[in-house]
T-cell receptor
């Protein structure tokens, strides 16, 4: 039973365009959501997070949107750069982020020059 | 602050052998997690410590797995009688609660059981 789903295994975009990565969750107890970026043979690197009391959080080129009613969040990267090519994991947690993380399967983003 | 450190980075072992991994969290991080990642999957929770206390274990953690964090600093994860299905990337993460809500991960230990 997957509680966090990333339905697109891969995404390819042109440099300079917008990348949109999507994530759905099923557990209503999740109240904190994070995106991690992972390069091969390395551990995940924290990118951006959002609390369920917000619907948007922005950090430079990265913006995360949360739609609680749809149990859906998305990560927007604008403009996309070749260095953004990596696997992106969506993760969810309860109790304001203090519980263990539940991850999706990841989306491999390729940004073409 | 040197980040979360894991040792070794790679381990190849024969089926049936015991292996032990070490994780050094970011200093003053009171919470430490172990996750396992297999090919094509996201990291899956194994267990976590609040200081030296092990507060939760996943049902993924069979009796062959044991984890310790004896002084609330570094942690070890031991797998006894390894099986081929144990081959995975083992990830350690830490954070400081309640101040932080973003866990920082180490680079992982890649285990291959042959």
């Amino acid at each position: 039973d997957q509680q966090v789903k990333q339905n697109s295994p891969s995404l390819s975009v042109q440099e300079g365009r917008i990348s949109i990565l999507n994530c759905d969750y099923t557990n209503s107890m999740f109240d904190y959501f994070l995106w991690y970026k992972k390069y091969p043979a390395e551990g995940p690197t924290f990118l951006i997070s959002i609390s369920s009391i917000k619907d948007k959080n922005e950090d430079g080129r990265f913006t995360v949107f949360l739609n609680k009613s749809a149990k859906h969040l998305s990560l927007h990267i604008v403009p996309s750069q070749p260095g953004d090519s990596a696997v992106y994991f969506c993760a969810a947690s309860g109790q304001g982020g203090s519980e263990k993380l539940v991850f999706g399967k990841g989306t491999k983003l390729t940004v073409n020059p | 602050d040197t980040g979360v450190s894991q040792d070794p980075r790679h381990k190849i072992t024969k089926r049936g052998q015991n292996v032990t991994f070490r994780c050094d969290p970011i200093s003053e991080h009171n919470r430490l997690y172990w996750y396992r990642q297999t090919l094509g999957q996201g990291p899956e929770f194994l267990t976590y410590f609040q200081n030296e206390a092990q507060l939760e274990k996943s049902r993924l953690l069979s009796d062959r797995f044991s984890a310790e964090r004896p002084k609330g600093s570094f942690s070890t994860l031991e797998i006894q009688r390894t099986e081929q299905g144990d081959s995975a990337m083992y990830l350690c993460a830490s954070l400081r609660t309640p101040a932080n809500t973003e866990a920082f991960f180490g680079q992982g230990t890649r285990l291959t059981v042959v």
